[in-house]
């Protein structure tokens, strides 16, 4: 993986960190750090060396360069400014990279000794003075490749190593130079060996390599310069640098975000949204009562039905009801839709929402899951959600329809021939029983009940054709009304669980979408 690949990586982990509120500054700070070094001399790097005071920085460098380069003294601090050693050939290549660390203070040696690579002196990380350890704390992100400088006395201080854990990025990119070994017998120094290995890999920095020397007798230098130089190819510097900055970063931003820096675990976030999506959208469809509305529109198509094909009775029953106010209170589909307000409290369904939030941000750090609960508000929820039902009973709404017409054009005349025939027989037959005496009335021949008064018939055949008609009605009424109502009912659950699933869930979705793409970029990050 090249080094415009790396900071593709953590650009990409930046702008998720910063989606779901995560503290992005220090990898934002690396990126910008990251691209502008690329965008330097990639043949040239920068080694430094860091340590504590009276370790012997500057007595290394100039036993290195075998002259004069950074002043040595018994008073503490000695150092006070970063000092960049360079090839006198080098010095036009490096100059960009050195203004960029803002180095003013350069020494140039005689060309043949590691061309290409500025060594630099800084100040004292546990200076006195607070000026030098911001200089170094400024500049240390910025070096190509660190040498820790150690003395026998100091190796073991667990503030310069807590130092070096905050400081540098773990891993690759790190060596370690124990100065004065000249005092030490060999007893001594395989102990020291031993015990500074330890630390250093209690502090992340297992595969450091350990340069024995003394500045003061040139002990181990020319080995010392000899791993510089064969170990001196810019790229591979550069490239081993960023990559243990992006880890690190990334790795923080993973943490920061409750995965697994190296990992692409499933985050577990679906399975918790998709509960509460379900439970949301149960319990607003609970609310806007589908079994209720379809027995609403039951009584609307049953009412139809009398009204357009019934019996004379049950369109008296028909009119008496709507007098009533029957038909207003149980045969009005679309106002008992739209009023769904009235039949429960929206915070029924918001509740699943707020339980969903909590257990989602719970891997979060403390300020991304207070980013994220921050912006969560039961009111802005509740009115969202209860917007989106509006909108989903609206669109139900315009598809309620009235029973079948062509149920009415056929029953409706059958039903007016009937209820005719009733009354011109009923008419006949009270005349014939009141009416002036001397009335002939013909007689049927009816099986089993012999002659019958033609009127008596005509009533009665009526009469049956009415409650056969009206009954038929009803039936396809009824038939017409389950039907449609789940129709209705299954419309209803799929335009509610979109709505709100847009309305409640799309910003959680986002969160697991980030979370999970963190552990994407942080296992391709790990995976070189």
Do not use: C
């Not at 990559?243 to 970063?249: G, L, N, Q, T």
């Not at 899951?369 to 009973?393: G, K, Q, T």
């Amino acid at each position: 993986m090249n080094l415009a690949e790396l900071t593709e990586l953590l650009d990409e982990a930046v702008v998720r960190g910063r989606s779901i509120g995560l503290g992005v500054g220090e990898a934002a700070i690396t990126l910008d750090d990251a691209r502008r070094r690329i965008g330097l001399n990639e043949n040239s790097f920068v080694v430094a060396l860091v340590g504590g005071t009276g370790v012997g920085k500057s007595s290394i460098l100039n036993a290195l360069a075998g002259t004069m380069v950074s002043e040595a003294s018994v008073l503490r601090p000695t150092t006070e400014q970063a000092t960049a050693w360079v090839g006198h050939s080098s010095r036009g290549d490096l100059e960009p990279l050195l203004d960029w660390l803002d180095i003013d203070r350069v020494v140039e040696h005689p060309d043949g000794v590691l061309p290409g690579v500025a060594i630099v002196d800084l100040p004292d990380i546990d200076s006195v003075v607070t000026d030098h350890r911001q200089l170094v704390d400024k500049l240390l992100p910025r070096i190509d490749l660190v040498i820790w400088v150690v003395d026998p006395e100091k190796y073991d201080d667990e503030r310069l190593h807590q130092y070096l854990r905050s400081a540098s990025s773990g891993g690759g990119g790190l060596q370690v130079i124990l100065n004065k070994v000249d005092q030490l017998s060999e007893a001594e120094l395989s102990e020291v060996i031993g015990d500074l290995q330890r630390r250093l890999k209690l502090s992340g920095f297992a595969t450091a390599e350990i340069n024995q020397v003394s500045a003061a007798t040139g002990q181990g230098l020319a080995d010392f310069r000899n791993s510089l130089e064969q170990g001196a190819d810019a790229k591979q510097v550069i490239l081993s640098k960023v990559r243990s900055e992006v880890r690190r970063r990334m790795g923080e931003l993973a943490s920061a975000a409750g995965v697994a820096a190296g990992e692409a675990s499933a985050v577990g976030a679906s399975d918790t949204i998709k509960v509460a999506s379900g439970d949301a959208t149960a319990a607003a469809i609970d609310i806007v009562d589908p079994e209720g509305l379809a027995l609403q529109l039951r009584n609307l198509y049953m009412e139809r039905a009398r009204i357009g094909a019934g019996s004379l009775l049950s369109r008296i029953g028909t009119l008496a009801r709507y007098v009533g106010g029957h038909r207003r209170r149980h045969a009005d589909p679309k106002t008992y839709l739209l009023n769904w307000r009235r039949r429960g409290d929206i915070g029924r369904a918001v509740n699943p929402v707020r339980a969903a939030y909590l257990a989602i941000t719970l891997p979060l750090s403390p300020d991304g899951r207070a980013h994220i609960l921050s912006e969560f508000e039961p009111e802005e929820i509740s009115r969202s959600m209860s917007e989106a039902i509006d909108r989903s009973v609206r669109a139900t709404a315009r598809d309620l329809e009235d029973p079948p017409a062509w149920l009415m054009w056929i029953l409706a005349p059958l039903q007016w021939i009937a209820t005719i025939g009733f009354i011109f027989a009923l008419a006949w037959y009270v005349l014939v029983i009141f009416g002036p005496g001397g009335l002939s009335v013909d007689s049927l021949d009816l099986p089993l009940l012999g002659a019958v008064p033609t009127p008596l018939a005509l009533l009665f055949v009526s009469a049956l054709l009415s409650f056969l008609v009206g009954g038929l009605a009803r039936l396809l009424a009824a038939w017409s009304s389950r039907r449609r109502g789940r129709i209705l009912k299954a419309t209803l659950r799929r335009e509610l669980t979109s709505a709100l699933d847009a309305e409640a869930f799309v910003p959680l979705r986002s969160i697991e979408e980030n979370r999970a793409g963190l552990a994407i970029l942080a296992r391709r990050a790990f995976a070189d």
